[in-house]
């Protein structure tokens, strides 16, 4: 079975694009969208909507939005770390933000890439392309992650 890709992204276009980019990088995995953040741990951790998901497996990997509804993508994070069982799932910032302070925040939170969304359709189909081809491809997974 395919690992899952949770994308965490409120807007309906860039949520359009980087579904459009995985499909035309022929990305096979699932991709679950959150769009805000509660929803995105309501996902990871079996609750809200989400109640009675089998909490015990978790994405490849988490494409997180920083600009989010309820909760942003820094809290997100941050709520991520602290639980055992998230605290080394691999987290891909994948913001419009080129603000210096959201990266170090991004990074001292423990996120493991941040990236910049392209404003450019080719460059953005390439930037997922990349992504596909390292965190589902040549990644290997912390052992604790394993499902």
């Not at 990871?44 to 978790?58: E, H, N, P, Q, T």
């Not at 509804?69 to 055992?84: F, I, Q, S, T």
């Not at 997922?128 to 052992?143: A, C, D, K, S, T």
Request: proline share 5%.
């Amino acid at each position: 079975m395919d690992k899952v890709i949770l994308l965490v992204e409120d807007n309906p276009d860039d949520e359009a694009l980087t579904l459009r980019a995985l499909k035309k990088n022929n990305v096979k995995n699932e991709v679950v969208v959150a769009r805000d953040g509660a929803e995105a741990l309501e996902y990871l951790f079996g609750s809200g909507k989400y109640a009675g998901r089998d909490a015990s497996v978790i994405p490849q990997f988490v494409l997180l939005d920083l600009k989010l509804p309820k909760l942003d993508g820094l809290e997100v994070l941050r709520r991520l770390r602290e639980n055992p069982r998230t605290k080394l799932l691999p987290v891909v910032i994948l913001t419009t933000s080129n603000e210096e302070r959201d990266r170090f925040a991004g990074y001292d939170l423990g996120a493991n890439s941040y990236i910049r969304k392209p404003v450019d359709f080719d460059q953005f189909i390439e930037a997922v392309r990349q992504l596909g081809l390292y965190w589902l491809i040549l990644n290997e997974m912390p052992p604790a992650v394993r499902c």
